[in-house]
């Protein structure tokens, strides 16, 4: 199919790099002539950009495709799956969803329209992958947001945690340029985005691959770029996360005072089994230094229950953990088998009702003390960057503050895309409700 004036639906499932890869999807079939359909049903071509890190995950894909699968009778329509899933389980998808006109795997997103071009016959599989670092033109990404820019500095993971799928989706690590970092940085500075997010699935790790200049050394020289007002990056490793890192974050005013630091288990021995290269303690003592040499910064973590073998001891240290730890947020998740895992190879012994039980027991944890947190916050007066109109209520508008916590308050205008002083007048666990205080 031509992709002249075809209209074209992208639907994304999973994290933020599937969200940036998703603008840059769209910026290339913007490129080739299409244009973006508000509906599905609108659509000439369909993709579907997919998550696999959970079984759920990728039993939502198949649950959509179901959905927009071409009937008879009905509008022709191209359908695509991009991402991990396309990368990682191309075999799986043909037989369960054979009716998927092309298949495209994250290295390969910029030959999109040669491949829509060829599909509609058998399954056009594009799953290609070189250790090589694919740059996409700034052009060519079609960021979501005017203000708060995804900036992609390294893909791939060569951790093997035993449980993860990561490394067989999105490949072994690869850095981007640091002079291709530096050019986009340089266009979004100018063209006023205000909010920067770097992203890679091991942030902590990057070098440069043609200087060797680390991590730590770029967000000092971002911080000092003209413009921007916050720097965040997603995700960092506690195995990686090193003290010229801390020292960086020390040094400059706009790197948030926030970090992600995915814990997965409070047990020494659980970790251990997960492969993940640190013990409870080291982890601690990570989130001391952090505490100790950024006072007020917010943490924020990922926790996996029900990995196998866990005992209930060792879940229990998973809780005293959250306690100890005081995390602004957590994402919490019930351990899934994935395929080609180590994990997976053994047992899935915790029987799905536990699981279930301790994943609840978490979050009723988590609830406690994300209130207790947010209400020692009313009363304060924070900088909040305004995101839009409230859900409940078109009065109440939505924002985001420093360390990432989500703020409804109440203003005259609409305050997206801006900075303003909230003051903070109640709390609930999952928000901050406030005034605005001044423009
Ligand atoms: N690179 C990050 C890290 O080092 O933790 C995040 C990887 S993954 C995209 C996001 C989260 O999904 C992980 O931190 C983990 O908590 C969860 N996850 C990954 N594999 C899982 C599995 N098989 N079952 C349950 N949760 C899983
Ligand atoms: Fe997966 Fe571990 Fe790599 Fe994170 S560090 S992407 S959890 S293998």
């Given at each position: 199919?031509?992709l002249q ?17 998703s603008?840059r999807i769209?910026?290339?079939l913007?490129?080739a ?5 508000e ?9 579907v950009?997919t ?14 495709l179901?959905r927009v ?9 191209l ?9 990682a389980?191309t ?17 390969n ?8 071009r ?6 056009v599989?594009?799953d ?8 996409t033109?700034e052009?060519l ?6 203000v708060?820019?995804f900036?992609?500095?390294?893909e791939g993971?060569n951790?093997f945690c035993?449980?993860?799928?990561v ?10 340029p640091?002079?291709a ?13 205000l ?19 680390p991590f ?7 911080g000092?770029?003209p ?41 020494t021995?659980v970790?251990?089994?997960?492969n ?10 990570k989130?001391?230094l ?43 998740f ?7 895992t ?42 909040v960057?305004?995101?839009g109109?409230?859900r409940?209520?078109?009065a ?6 420093e ?12 305050p ?11 709390a ?8 605005l205080?001044?423009?």
């Amino acid at each position: 199919m031509d992709l002249q004036d075809k209209a074209f639906f992208l639907r994304t499932f999973g994290c933020q790099m599937n969200v940036n890869d998703s603008e840059r999807i769209a910026g290339v079939l913007a490129a080739a002539g299409a244009r973006p359909a508000e509906r599905a049903e609108d659509a000439d071509i369909v993709i579907v950009n997919t998550c696999a890190v959970r079984e759920k995950s990728e039993e939502k894909l198949y649950a959509y495709l179901g959905r927009v699968r071409p009937r008879p009778g009905g509008r022709p329509v191209l359908i695509g799956v991009a991402g991990c899933v396309a990368q990682a389980e191309t075999a799986e998808l043909l037989a369960r969803r054979p009716f998927v006109d092309f298949i495209v795997g994250p290295d390969n997103y910029l030959r999109l329209p040669e491949i829509i071009r060829r599909a509609g016959g058998p399954t056009v599989v594009a799953d290609e992958w070189s250790i090589e670092w694919k740059e996409t033109p700034e052009a060519l990404i079609h960021r979501e947001s005017p203000v708060t820019a995804f900036v992609s500095i390294m893909e791939g993971c060569n951790n093997f945690c035993s449980y993860c799928i990561v490394p067989f989706t999105r490949g072994r690590e690869k850095f981007r340029p640091l002079r291709a970092i530096r050019a986009e940085l340089a266009a979004l500075s100018a063209r006023g985005y205000l909010e920067i997010l770097f992203l890679g699935q091991n942030v902590n790790s990057y070098r440069d691959p043609e200087t060797g200049t680390p991590f730590a050394a770029l967000l000092a020289e971002a911080g000092r770029m003209p413009g921007f007002r916050w720097i965040r990056f997603l995700t960092s490793h506690p195995k990686n996360f090193s003290a010229d890192i801390v020292e960086a974050m020390t040094s400059c005013p706009v790197l948030c005072r926030e970090v992600h630091l995915p814990l997965q288990s409070g047990s020494t021995s659980v970790l251990a089994r997960m492969n993940r290269g640190y013990t409870r303690e080291e982890y601690l003592a990570k989130a001391a230094l952090l505490r100790q040499r950024i006072p007020g910064i917010s943490l924020s973590t990922d926790i996996i229950v029900g990995y196998p073998g866990e005992t209930e001891t060792e879940f229990r240290d998973t809780l005293s953990a959250l306690e100890t730890l005081r995390f602004t947020n957590i994402f919490s998740f019930r351990y899934s088998p994935r395929p080609r895992t180590a994990a997976a190879k053994g047992a899935d012994d915790v029987p799905f009702e536990t699981k279930k039980r301790r994943l609840m027991e978490v979050q009723a944890l988590q609830k406690e003390i994300q209130s207790a947190l947010h209400k020692s916050l009313v009363g304060s007066i924070m900088t909040v960057l305004g995101v839009g109109p409230s859900r409940r209520d078109p009065a109440v508008f939505s924002g985001r503050n420093e360390s990432h916590q989500v703020v409804n308050f109440r203003s005259p205008t609409d305050p997206a895309g801006r900075f303003v002083r909230v003051r903070i007048t109640g709390a609930g666990p999952y928000s901050l409700r406030g005034d605005l205080v001044d423009d």
